[in-house]
């Protein structure tokens, strides 16, 4: 895999992230540990928090970080180069890569997970609002687009989620002015359509992974190409 940013831990001039997460790694190798020997995910975080005294932000860190050596072979093989998406019918989970873009461009804290994905784990998922951020995060992604041309997109974005029917009308009308092929639409579930999508799914989400053949980490290939000299970018690193 390529340098993240080239570094192997932090990039956190403040040091505000190294401080808080000081003491994670041990925490992590026992998690892993126990995952590689089949232990239930839940009951092994619950143990692991609990002999390590964790915080709800550090066991939050190891459930979206670690993972058991098989299920991170096993994605990273599905795992493709952002060239391997031209000419083909890319899908994207819109919250969870506008989410994960906005989080660094935010300073926000992520991780780079076992499985090679790059994740957001500030949780904000469920309380997303549309912001001048998403405007900036929706443009890089669209540049993406217009570089490696994929043969349609398709924005998928949680109906649930407030103001998601205007933001994918936004989305629409910003492919059009960049005269890229595709559509945005905001539904109830958009897993029962990415999973099972015959073309290239865009995602760190590790339900919508596991069942799939072709993901693309789009939000960690952003933050790598495009974002690396941003001062605030807080990734960690557990293994």
């Known amino acids: ?21 000081k003491n994670i790694q041990e925490p992590a190798e026992d998690f892993r540990y126990l995952l590689n020997r089949r232990y239930p995910r839940k009951a092994a975080l619950e143990l692991v928090g609990n002999r390590y005294g964790l915080t709800f932000d550090e066991r939050h860190l190891l459930h979206r970080g670690v993972f058991s050596d098989v ?12 060239k391997d998406v031209r000419n083909k019918d890319l899908a994207i ?19 780079l997970a076992d499985d090679g994905f790059i994740r957001d784990i500030s949780g904000l998922s469920g309380s997303f609002t549309k912001s001048e951020t998403t405007e900036t995060a ?13 043969r349609h997109t398709l924005f998928l974005l949680d109906a649930p989620i407030s103001m998601s029917g205007r933001l994918a009308e936004e989305i629409r009308d910003r492919l059009k002015r960049e005269d890229l092929l595709g559509n945005a639409m905001a539904v109830k579930v958009p897993e029962k359509i990415l999973i099972g999508f015959p073309g290239v799914i ?7 992974i596991n069942p799939s053949k072709k993901v693309l980490d789009l939000a960690g290939y952003i933050l790598r190409k495009h974002l690396c000299n941003q001062k605030h970018v807080a990734v960690i690193r557990l293994r």
């Open 1 to 21: 895999m390529d340098s993240l940013c080239d570094i192997l831990g932090y990039n956190d001039p403040m040091g505000n992230i190294r401080s808080k997460f």
């Open 71 to 82: 299920d991170s072979k096993s994605r990273r093989k599905k795992l493709i180069a952002i």
């Open 93 to 111: 989970d819109g919250h969870n890569v506008l989410i994960t873009i906005e989080a660094t461009l935010s300073g926000r804290p992520l991780v």
């Open 138 to 150: 929706i443009q890089l992604i669209l540049n993406v687009l217009k570089k490696w041309k994929p």
């Open 202 to 208: 865009a995602t760190s989400d590790t339900a919508i």
